[in-house]
Structures are given as structure tokens and as C-alpha cells.
């Protein structure tokens, strides 16, 4: 549960780090879960990290505004056959793994898959597959080569990501990758998927996030859903130039050392593992 008080300053950091680490495949709430750790602060928990993630929601939409008011209705009007005209329905399609995940399996999100052990673990396992993914993809096909049978592979892929340490972004551009995707395409398309998974995990649990929080909890989770929705609005448009000329091997080696340095703190009782 949220905590009835949660510092200003805490508030606006917790949105910084939502905000840069959302769409950059490093895990979000992996960062989510140690930053109170480090820093001697209650963990938010699971719904209010949720609920700040709504400010990338706000990010992703401006950025890609063109896309999802003018380019793909127009497509729609124009060619309902086209590939951009389909890309509502393969956005659809792919979000139905992460509901249904999400649905059964909350009980478990929220509570003993934040153990750090596991955030570890995470870290360390997609850091490798990100890297074998980044090598050896083809990186040919492009948006328009999406078929329905990509969007539910890299859904399941996406539904992995209520895993702590996993990294929604990661888990969705390491998926199109091995299914032979260019990087930048490979990140189009998991922006644009997150759009459905972020609205539906804020919404869903803004209501146990209203319960915890006390009257003068509200500025702090509007102070930390606006950082987060600057930071991520930055964070998008860097990676996408990022991800036309460069691999994505600085995340995997990133990943490997903040696993590694985890482990550590934990090993040596310097921050708790729940």
C-alpha cells in the first residue's frame, strides 16, 4: 500500500527515475524498488508506482500525437488494408497478454516478485537475452512486415514485464528483435504498445493508491506523475535517435552491473531483500 506521506522530494525523484527508466530497457520498476531502498525511504509500493506511471502515459501520447491523430486515422479513411491502418488492431492484440498476467497474477506483482533477489535475477536474464538479441537480429523487417502473430509474441513479451527487473521496453524491442526487426521499429512499436498497458496498470490501481493516501498525499503523486511525464517525454526522443545509429549493448552491460552491485547491497545486509 502507499504510504499517507510521502516527501515532496522523494515524490519528484520517484517520477524522474519512472520517467527515464519507462521506455529506456533497463526496468523502471526495477529502479522503482531500489531507489527507496538506497535511500532509506518506505517502498511506495506497487500502486503508486503505477499510478506515476500515468505521466509517461502523457509522454509517449505527445510524442507520438501525430501518429495516433492524423497519420493512422488517415490511413484508416484512406486504406483500411494498410499496415499503419492494422497497427490499432495489432496494438489491441498485443495488450491482451499483459491484461489477462496482470488480472491473475497481481497478487504476485505486488507482492513476492519486488524481492530484490528477483529484480536481480531479472536484470541479469534479459540483460543476456538483450544482448544475443541485439547481435544476431537481422534487423530487416520494419513496421509495415508487423503481422498479428509478431504483435501477440512480443504481448507475451510485454506481459513479462510485471516482473520487477525485467523492463517493459526491454522485454518488447528484445522480442521484435529476434523476430528480425531494425532496432528503431522494434522501439516504434513498443512505445506505441504501451500506451493500452500504462493506461490500464495506473487506472487499475489509482483506486488502491486513493485508499493509501492521505489528504496531503495527492501533491506529491501530482508532483512525481509530472516529472515523470517530462522525463519520459526526453527519454523517448533520445532513445529513438539513440537506436538509429548504435546497439543497445550499453543497457545489457548497465543491467549486468546494477544486478551485480544489488546482489551486494543485499548480501551484505546493506538494504533489505522484501
Do not use: N
Not at 23 to 39: E, Q
Not at 238 to 252: E, I
Amino acid at each position: 500500500m502507499v504510504p499517507a506521506r510521502v516527501p515532496i522530494w522523494f515524490a519528484a525523484l520517484m517520477g524522474l527515475v519512472q520517467g527515464l527508466t519507462e521506455f529506456l530497457p533497463i526496468s523502471s520498476t526495477a529502479h522503482l524498488r531500489i531507489a527507496p531502498a538506497v535511500l532509506g525511504q518506505a517502498d511506495p509500493g506497487a500502486a503508486y508506482t503505477a499510478v506515476i506511471q500515468l505521466g509517461t502515459l502523457l509522454a509517449v501520447v505527445a510524442y507520438f500525437a501525430r501518429d495516433l491523430f492524423v497519420a493512422i486515422p488517415s490511413a484508416i479513411w484512406r486504406d483500411r488494408a494498410s499496415a499503419e491502418a492494422r497497427l490499432p488492431l495489432h496494438i489491441a492484440l498485443g495488450s491482451v497478454p499483459i491484461v489477462v498476467a496482470g488480472v491473475l497474477g497481481k497478487d504476485y506483482i505486488v507482492g513476492p516478485l519486488r524481492s530484490l533477489y528477483v529484480v536481480s535475477a531479472a536484470l541479469l536474464l534479459v540483460a543476456a537475452l538483450m544482448w544475443w538479441g541485439d547481435r544476431h537480429s537481422s534487423g530487416r523487417r520494419e513496421m509495415a512486415e508487423l503481422t498479428w502473430m509478431h504483435a501477440l509474441a512480443i504481448g507475451v513479451a510485454q506481459a513479462a514485464a510485471l516482473i520487477p527487473g525485467v523492463s517493459r521496453s526491454g522485454a518488447t524491442i528484445t522480442c521484435a528483435l529476434f523476430l528480425g526487426f531494425a532496432r528503431p521499429a522494434a522501439a516504434r512499436f513498443s512505445f506505441l504498445l504501451s500506451i493500452p498497458a500504462i493506461a490500464g496498470a495506473g487506472l487499475f490501481e489509482l483506486e488502491d493508491a486513493a485508499q493509501a493516501l492521505g489528504a496531503d498525499g495527492w501533491a506529491a503523486l501530482a508532483v512525481g506523475t509530472a516529472t515523470a511525464a517530462i522525463a519520459g517525454y526526453l527519454s523517448v526522443a533520445w532513445l529513438l535517435r539513440y537506436l538509429g545509429r548504435r546497439t543497445l549493448a550499453p543497457f545489457c552491460l548497465y543491467r549486468a552491473i546494477l544486478a551485480v552491485a544489488l546482489l551486494s547491497l543485499v548480501a551484505t545486509g546493506a538494504v533489505a531483500a522484501e
